[in-house]
């Protein structure tokens, strides 16, 4: 646990943007700002100072406490949330790769980043949330990963878009969402622009938008891998 307060801890410290990162982790955490001053001792202003960046940078002291807090907090709610980050750490990269967001980013803008288009569900792009995304090739993970990997497609959080690359209909990747028991925020389909009448019946069935784009990976990741 110690290695992942460490790591919370220094992506807030090394941000550009530590406030938007605290905000980040409270809301991961399902942490209020009241719940959050209180356990601090900082008035609710002070915490909305810092997210907002309002209030220069917290030191180590603040951001040591920050996240001790964020465990101790979720520790009394059954430490649900902590389970989780400590179980995304299996050894994957062979299979997709991840990246964490330093803030949270509404999935309308993740769209216009990737030059996408909501093929279904678009009423909830704007309400949807994403904390990273997962870059999957949809053939290898199929085929080859092994059926216990399968949660760690989600990293720290479900609040994550899936972007499948390798997609020919866009059947599989909603086949694989179906079956596994947590949901991410969105899945994006790589080089199609058009979806399996099976894949958009089980996006509506398990309210997961589909996004498609065919911009280059490339791009794709320089984009978002800046956030």
């Given at each position: 646990?110690?290695?992942?307060?460490?790591?919370?801890?220094?992506?807030?410290?090394?941000?550009?943007?530590?406030?938007?990162?605290?905000?980040?982790?409270?809301?991961?955490?399902?942490?209020?700002?009241?719940?959050?001053?209180?356990?601090?001792?900082?008035?609710?202003?002070?915490?909305?100072?810092?997210?907002?960046?309002?209030?220069?940078?917290?030191?180590?002291?603040?951001?040591?406490?920050?996240?001790?807090?964020?465990?101790?907090?979720?520790?009394?709610?059954?430490?649900?949330?902590?389970?989780?980050?400590?179980?995304?750490?299996?050894?994957?990269?062979?299979?997709?790769?991840?990246?964490?967001?330093?803030?949270?980013?509404?999935?309308?803008?993740?769209?216009?980043?990737?030059?996408?288009?909501?093929?279904?569900?678009?009423?909830?792009?704007?309400?949807?949330?994403?904390?990273?995304?997962?870059?999957?090739?949809?053939?290898?993970?199929?085929?080859?990963?092994?059926?216990?990997?399968?949660?760690?497609?989600?990293?720290?959080?479900?609040?994550?878009?899936?972007?499948?690359?390798?997609?020919?209909?866009?059947?599989?990747?909603?086949?694989?969402?179906?079956?596994?028991?947590?949901?991410?925020?969105?899945?994006?389909?790589?080089?199609?622009?058009?979806?399996?009448?099976?894949?958009?019946?089980?996006?509506?069935?398990?309210?997961?938008?589909?996004?498609?784009?065919?911009?280059?990976?490339?791009?794709?990741?320089?984009?978002?891998?800046?956030i």
């Open positions: 646990m110690e290695k992942l307060k460490l790591r919370i801890a220094g992506e807030i410290s090394l941000s550009d943007d530590p406030g938007s990162t605290m905000k980040k982790w409270r809301e991961i955490f399902g942490i209020t700002q009241g719940e959050l001053a209180g356990a601090i001792g900082i008035s609710v202003s002070t915490i909305s100072d810092y997210e907002s960046n309002r209030r220069k940078s917290p030191g180590t002291t603040i951001i040591k406490r920050f996240v001790n807090v964020l465990f101790e907090i979720d520790s009394r709610k059954g430490g649900t949330v902590t389970q989780k980050l400590l179980e995304g750490g299996s050894t994957t990269e062979q299979y997709f790769e991840q990246h964490d967001f330093a803030r949270t980013l509404p999935l309308s803008d993740f769209i216009k980043l990737i030059d996408g288009k909501a093929i279904t569900l678009q009423e909830l792009t704007e309400e949807k949330k994403l904390y990273g995304y997962t870059l999957i090739d949809s053939i290898k993970v199929i085929l080859d990963m092994p059926s216990n990997y399968f949660n760690n497609l989600y990293g720290n959080m479900n609040e994550r878009a899936m972007v499948f690359t390798g997609v020919s209909t866009g059947r599989s990747p909603m086949v694989v969402i179906r079956m596994s028991p947590s949901k991410p925020s969105a899945v994006i389909m790589h080089g199609i622009t058009k979806v399996d009448k099976l894949a958009i019946k089980i996006s509506e069935k398990e309210q997961v938008p589909i996004i498609t784009t065919t911009l280059d990976i490339s791009q794709i990741k320089e984009r978002l891998n800046k």
